[in-house]
């Protein structure tokens, strides 16, 4: 009967898609190819009907809350560097430089995207649970052994390497798990998703500006490695994949994914857009501090940052299923250039609260959708490695860009090259965004 089964099953799927290429003919309707090796096979293919997937009832709005945990642990915890980079500066690692310091927050966000080719193409052969658990208690365990670092090689490799491997390895399914619940109401869901990003982003800044002069910062590193142990501990429980493993050939890279050019150009914009992005977020306590805020003060900003970024994040899902992902990021993403341009110039409180909170809508618009587009650019059995790869791509911007903003700013003594530099990486990546809404619709107006 196992044997039936089986059989069964392959035969079933022998003939799924093992790498897709979104090509749109004259009508501007789109088909798909499929490459086995060197030769490309059209094929029409229909996927799997809106009507198979939940989109609602208890199950699948578990799954987001599951998942919300995740981004809350994962991206709210990275996305808090911004204290830890004012902290490091003023104290423990005061004789280091700022550049050398963003390499700490650098690795960690480039480390949450990286492993995505490993961790997804494990997630469509069907290894899930395993790969979760594990990288749950390499995060929390990193988190407690951050509290004994005194020496700056010692954060590199517990902050930086073993915080970001974790973060990877929770991170990198996420997406994957809502695109097995979710097809119509998806962008709702996701926008829901990375609200968790937002609120771990917003509490774990302040409670550590308010910790650290209470209980100082090994305990307050201690109390966020409970913090996570708990929020963890919950999207264990709660996340589930839907659909069996599919048999899809071929490893750890598709290269046959990268001859579809929309999936190519957008690659080349997220690793572009994140040259820039998380600069603002980086530095904008430093630059608080530079122009005369208290350091007291100055913590919050990432906190303000963060804030706003939930209601962009909400704002985003609840348009994305209406308008389509692209329609929705470009514009948002756009701003979020102009506005790194003009951080620099902002000398006041003030001003920099209202420049901050507005980056913060933006940027967290781009950041919530950034997985959308692929969703559509493949089939869901294959969606984990293609997922996988676009992430490993986008992390060498990660990995880069902060450590370039910080040596700019210490070349040049202030942050307006900084400004300069990050908001052109951010608008160039919105050009090939541009690029890429063009090769899928080759039309001015259209959902996408």
Avoid at 397 to 422: E, Q, R
């Amino acid at each position: 009967m196992v044997h039936h089964d089986q059989d069964l099953y392959e035969s079933r799927h022998s003939n799924d898609i093992t790498a897709e290429n979104v090509r749109i003919s004259t009508d501007n309707s789109i088909s798909k190819e499929k490459y086995e090796g060197d030769t490309v096979i059209e094929e029409i293919r229909e996927g799997e009907s809106e009507e198979d997937f939940p989109d609602g009832g208890l199950r699948a709005w578990l799954i987001v809350c599951g998942a919300m945990c995740n981004t809350f642990s994962t991206f709210g915890y990275v996305n808090s560097w911004g204290i830890f980079q004012n902290y490091y500066q003023q104290t423990v690692l005061s004789g280091s430089s700022p550049s050398s310091i963003a390499w700490i927050g650098s690795i960690q966000y480039s480390l949450v995207f990286l492993p995505g080719i490993v961790v997804g193409r494990f997630f469509d052969l069907g290894y899930f649970r395993s790969i979760f658990l594990t990288s749950s208690g390499i995060l929390v365990g990193a988190t407690f052994l951050v509290a004994e670092c005194t020496e700056y090689w010692q954060f590199v490799l517990c902050q930086g390497i073993a915080v970001g491997l974790g973060c990877g390895g929770i991170f990198g399914p996420t997406s994957a798990v809502i695109a097995h619940w979710f097809k119509k109401r998806r962008g709702l869901a996701m926008g829901f998703v990375a609200v968790g990003s937002s609120i771990g982003g917003t509490v774990l800044p302040i409670a550590g500006k308010n910790l650290i002069p209470l209980v100082g910062f090994k305990w307050t590193m201690r109390i966020f490695g409970f913090i996570l142990f708990t929020t963890l501990g919950v999207s264990n429980i709660m996340l589930k994949r839907r659909l069996p493993p599919r048999r899809v050939a071929g490893g750890l890279f598709n290269f046959g994914a990268f001859r579809s050019a929309p999936y190519s150009v957008y690659c080349a914009s997220a690793f572009v857009n994140f040259l820039g992005v998380y600069t603002v977020l980086t530095y904008v306590g430093v630059s608080a501090t530079a122009i005369g805020i208290s350091s007291d003060f100055s913590f919050y900003f990432v906190a303000f940052a963060n804030a706003s970024s939930l209601f962009g994040r909400y704002v985003a899902g609840n348009l994305c299923d209406g308008l389509g992902a692209m329609n929705v990021m470009i514009p948002f993403t756009a701003f979020a250039g102009i506005v790194t341009y003009a951080w620099p110039f902002a000398q006041t409180k003030s001003a920099l609260i209202a420049v901050t909170v507005i980056y913060g809508f933006c940027s967290g618009s781009y950041v919530s959708l950034l997985s959308n587009p692929l969703m559509e650019m493949g089939d869901t059995g294959d969606v984990g490695r293609r997922i996988g790869m676009f992430m490993s791509i986008l992390s060498i911007g990660a990995l880069a860009g902060p450590p370039i903003s910080g040596a700019i700013s210490t070349a040049t003594g202030d942050f307006k090259a900084v400004g300069y530099y990050a908001g052109t990486s951010v608008l160039i990546g919105v050009g090939l965004m541009c690029v890429t809404r063009h090769l899928v619709l080759r039309r001015m107006f259209g959902k996408i």
